[in-house]
Every structure is written in C-alpha cells, then in structure tokens.
C-alpha cells in the first residue's frame, strides 16, 4: 500500500522553464511534507518542507504548494537549471504520536532533467 | 563537521554471509534511522532510534537488526544475507524524532549472490 506516490518517474524541462513535480498522499493523518533532491551515487538531501496548516512555502527558486483536500502537494522550480537535474522524492509525516512518530513516507522519486 | 557518514560504500556478500554497516554522525542529533532503496521505489525505513539506547522497528524489518553503540552512531547487521537484501542502505540523523528535517549519509551499496 504505497501511502506516497509520485505518479511521474521522469519529467524533462528546458533550461529558465519552470518545473513542476507532483506528489499525491492517501494517509489523512500526514500532516508534514518534505522534498529531497538525490544526485547520482549520494545521499538525498532537504530541499524545502511545508506544514499542513499552510498551502504555500517558498525558497528562493523552489516553491512547494500543498491542496490538502486534494492530497496533492507539488515543487515548482523557477527557473529551470541544469544543476537542478536529480530525482525529487517527496516525503510525508505525521505529528501524531504512537508508532507513525518520527517516521518519513517517501514516493518513488521523479527524475528531472533540464536540458541547457 | 563530515555530517552523516557510511561504511563500506560497497560490498559483495554471499547468500548467507553476514555483515555491519556502519553510520556515524557528527551533529549531535539525537534521532537515527535507516532506509534502503530499491529500484522503482522510494526509501523505505528498516528501524529507527529516536534516542540513544531505543531502538524501534520501521516498515521492513525482516532480516535485520540494529545497534545504537552510542549517540554518535547506529549499525545495521545482516545476520544471514539473501539476494532480496541487495539494496542502496542510507543511514540518516534528525536532531529530535519530531523534528522531521533528516540529514542522510552517502549510501552504502550491497550485493547478495
């Protein structure tokens, strides 16, 4: 039961384009959301994040939208860059106690490529 | 400051052999994890230890086991390695369980035949 799903293995962009990666979640009780950026043969690394009490949080060129009536949250990324090609994963949590604390639900990743 | 650190980077096993990967961290963060990552599928945690001296078990558990030696650092044990187990494991700290923002380690790639 993937709780996490990012519907697009892979998503080729031109370079100064926006980007858009999508992510749908099941699990009514996430109410945490996290993109990572993972680079061939290293560890993923925190890119931005965004709590469910609000629908919008910006970082400079990366912006993450949250529709929680729609389970959706996407990352824009404007402009484009090369140096921006990686998988994207998106990652969901939930402040409720029990067994569910502390843990991450990841997707499967998408891939981006931006072409120069 | 090396941030969350793995060895090996690689390693062949045999079915049946067995092994530790080791994680380090150097953050101070009290909260431990590992995942692995397989092919099509995201990263899916193995245990976790939200402080030093617990340990609990995540989504797949079956076939490993988990020390915290310390705060610093938090070994994975494959005590009969299968070919199911060929994976990329990453090791990864948080400050606290309930801050959710983790730092992950390179990766360690393992092979079972």
């Known amino acids: 039961d993937q709780q996490v799903k990012q519907n697009s293995p892979s998503l080729s962009v031109q370079e100064g384009r926006i980007s858009i990666l999508n992510c749908d979640y099941t699990n009514s009780m996430f109410d945490y959301f996290l993109w990572y950026k993972k680079y061939p043969a290293e560890g993923p690394t925190f890119l931005i994040s965004i709590s469910s009490i609000k629908d919008k949080n910006e970082d400079g060129r990366f912006t993450v939208f949250l529709n929680k009536s729609a389970k959706h949250l996407s990352l824009h990324i404007v402009p484009s860059q090369p140096g921006d090609s990686a998988v994207y994963f998106c990652a969901a949590a939930s402040n409720a106690g029990g067994t569910s604390y502390g843990k991450l639900t990841f997707g499967q990743g998408t891939i981006l490529t931006v072409h120069p | 400051n090396a941030g969350v650190t793995q060895t090996p980077k690689f390693q062949v096993l045999k079915t049946g052999q067995s092994m530790t990967l080791q994680c380090a961290q150097d953050?101070?963060?009290?909260?431990m994890y590992w995942y692995r990552q397989d092919p099509g599928m995201g990263l899916r945690l193995i245990y976790y230890?939200?402080?030093?001296?617990?340990?609990d078990k995540g989504e797949v558990p079956n076939g490993y086991n988990v020390s915290r030696l310390n705060k610093r650092e938090f070994s994975l044990r494959l005590e009969s390695a299968a070919p199911s187990q060929t994976s990329v494991y990453f090791c990864?700290?948080?400050?606290?369980?309930?801050?959710?923002?983790?730092?992950f380690g390179p990766g360690t790639r393992l092979l079972v035949l």
């Open positions: 953050m101070n963060h009290n909260s």
């Open positions: 230890s939200a402080s030093e001296g617990t340990t």
């Open positions: 990864a700290s948080s400050e606290e369980a309930r801050v959710k923002t983790q730092y």
